[in-house]
């Protein structure tokens, strides 16, 4: 950054290296490039240099000859404030280059509450915030990432959606972009031709779209030399992705079913990745990651050979994403980590049951007594409230819970250190393509009711206690159910002043709840039950789970009755083969009808 005006900006705003770019491995300029893309993620950059997605898809655009792929995120709102005072566009992290100069402009929506940042990003960009007002001359606003399985509230906003697994669209894309444009085609040409695309779809064009699923994680980029976060980012290591997908079956977890099927990394790779990104990056921890990472069924094997070679760099193991039924304490390979974190989500087995967690009192508390005796003294819990059936026998049974482990730490303790437990409890949000996807969100009285008990039960104990803001889950299920007129109520609360919903000390929810009122919309209206025979907002997206399947699941659990694991043998989801086979052979079709950009 040479501008004057913003380096006098950056002077009066906290961190100001969150918006001088310059990273480390950031990849050398393309002045020449056809395709110029800003890839955003819309929240702060501590949590976007985080994300492993933005990551993937920086490197898969960058590695195009006639592409330049760069970074913007949401400015905080110090900075937000001073660009519009000063009249300075949003500009990219690697050139500082206004967004609107860009031909397209992508968005990853990891999450409900940060759709307000988009808007304002787009409005700090000069940026039409409805695709109806674009001109020619604007870029095209495209969206991936997994609230994308229900485009809607979200599509008169967004000119394309990216639905599914990005790596291969999103080259596809590029390569319809730079055809086009060679060929001096204009905007609505390249979004007629990629309509066409699998994975792709374009409100006013496309009718319907298959969630795209790449057949193999073995052979798919993985970043080895990511830029390096200018200060400390909110997951401060480097990733490797061991799997995707999941095969339990949790009946309320959107990512197990929109990731279906898995597809896993051997360990030779994964050790050759992971030796790459030590030599490049200088961390001192590397993640394994994945939605479920003991169930990796190669990982002793893995962490015997990743071990050696860590350990001879100084560099420590993280394994994420830890269930209670396959957790093994030596399995850690870093002896500095002293605290495990579970997720039980329900106090009682019955609930349990109905939510298909398949997770016992016995897989709990052996897995406690395990850790409790290789010193672990801080435990950390994650629980549910107003899971579909609960009642307050099943709240009361997770101070219930506590309570035994409080005990069994007093038996088991091999540490001189007092029991550190801690419990935080977050509200079920009904998600689409998951057995509850008709479900209703109970009300703001239900949940704080239950945060009381929780409260009063937890405090007898000394056991901390967190709790999620219940008007943020509900604005969170709306979004997630929501239909075209959740639009109109974003860009009313965005000009009510609303942005970083995401944050609790910036969640505006008296503003929310006067969009919806000046919307004449009731939020009401999304948290309800949905009647298993209405046309569901998101039915125009076919994630590969059938809603046949979908439905059995939710009978199921009204009856307390669990699914197995898909590794013991097909559920019979409705996720075909040929649906996998067919996304691929469309691919590598489209590929080699296309000229050789790399």
């Known amino acids: 950054m040479t501008d004057k005006s913003i380096k006098n900006i950056l002077l009066s705003v906290d961190k100001p290296a969150r918006y001088t770019g310059g990273e480390i491995n950031t990849p050398p300029q393309k002045k020449d490039a056809v395709l110029r893309y800003l890839l955003c993620l819309p929240d702060v950059y501590e949590v976007a240099m985080s994300n492993l997605g933005i990551k993937i898809l920086y490197d898969v ?36 280059e206004p967004m609107a100069s860009y031909g397209i402009v992508g968005f990853s929506l990891q999450y409900e509450l940060s759709y307000s940042n988009v808007v304002y990003m787009l409005r700090l960009g000069g940026i039409p915030v409805l695709s ?23 599509s008169g906003i967004i000119d394309l959606f990216s639905i599914g697994d990005g790596e291969e669209t999103l080259d596809l894309i590029a390569g319809v972009y730079v055809a086009n444009k060679e060929a001096g085609g204009s905007r609505k040409d390249f979004l007629q031709k990629a309509a066409g695309l699998p994975g792709v779809y374009v409100p006013g064009i496309s009718v319907g779209v298959k969630r795209a699923v790449i057949p193999s994680l073995e052979t798919a980029h993985c970043p080895v030399k990511p830029k390096i976060s200018n200060i400390e980012a909110v997951h401060n290591r480097a990733v490797i992705e061991l799997f995707r997908g999941c095969t339990r079956g949790c009946r309320f977890c959107q990512a197990g079913m929109i990731y279906r099927p898995v597809r896993e990394r051997t360990p030779q790779t994964v050790v050759a990745l992971a030796e790459q990104l030590i030599d490049n990056c200088g961390y001192d921890e590397i993640s394994l990651s994945s939605l479920s990472t003991c169930d990796y069924p190669r990982l002793r094997e893995l962490l015997t050979a990743l071990k050696p070679i860590c350990d001879s760099r100084h560099v420590s193991i993280s394994l994420p994403s830890t269930r209670v039924d396959s ?60 899971l579909p059936t609960e009642t307050f026998e099943d709240v009361a049974g997770i101070a219930d819970m506590c309570e035994r482990i409080v005990e069994l730490y007093k038996t088991e303790r091999r540490s001189g250190k007092p029991l550190s437990l801690s419990v935080s409890t977050s509200t079920f949000i009904p998600k689409p393509f998951t057995p509850f996807q008709w479900e209703r969100q109970f009300g703001e009285e239900e949940i704080t009711a239950r945060q ?77 039950e949905f009647n298993e025979n209405e046309r569901l907002p998101w039915s125009m997206v076919d994630a590969g789970v059938s809603f046949g399947y979908l439905l059995g699941e939710r009978h199921k659990a009204y009856r307390a009755e669990t699914t197995g694991d898909c590794r013991s043998g097909c559920r019979g989801c409705g996720l075909a083969a040929s649906h996998i086979e067919a996304f691929a052979a469309n691919c590598a079709g489209r590929k080699g009808a296309a000229n050789d950009n790399r």
């Open 452 to 528: 009381n008990l929780l409260k009063e039960r937890l405090r007898r104990i000394r056991v901390k206690y967190s709790y999620h803001d219940i008007r943020a889950s509900r604005l969170e299920a709306a979004f997630s159910r929501g239909d075209k007129r959740m639009g109109a109520v974003l860009i009313k609360a965005c000009e009510l002043g609303c942005k970083f919903d995401g944050w609790t000390e910036l969640f505006d929810a008296d503003a929310w709840d006067k969009a919806f009122a000046e919307c004449g919309i009731s939020i009401d209206e999304y948290t309800r």
């Open 61 to 96: 655009l960058n590695a195009r000859k006639d592409t330049v792929c760069h970074n913007c995120f949401a400015p905080w709102p110090d900075m937000g404030a001073q660009l519009s005072a000063n009249g300075i566009p949003l500009y990219s992290l690697e050139s500082g």
């Open 132 to 154: 109806s007002d674009r001109k020619e001359t604007d870029p095209v606003i495209m969206a991936g990432g997994p609230c994308t399985v229900n485009p809607a509230p979200m």
């Open 327 to 386: 957790f093994e304490a030596d399995f850690v390979a870093d002896s500095r980590i002293s605290s495990i974190t579970f997720a039980p989500e329900a106090g009682t087995q019955r609930l349990r049951d109905v939510i298909n967690k398949n997770v016992t009192e016995a897989d709990i508390f052996s897995s406690l007594k395990t850790a409790f005796n290789r010193g672990y003294a801080n435990v950390k819990l994650y629980f549910m409230l107003g």
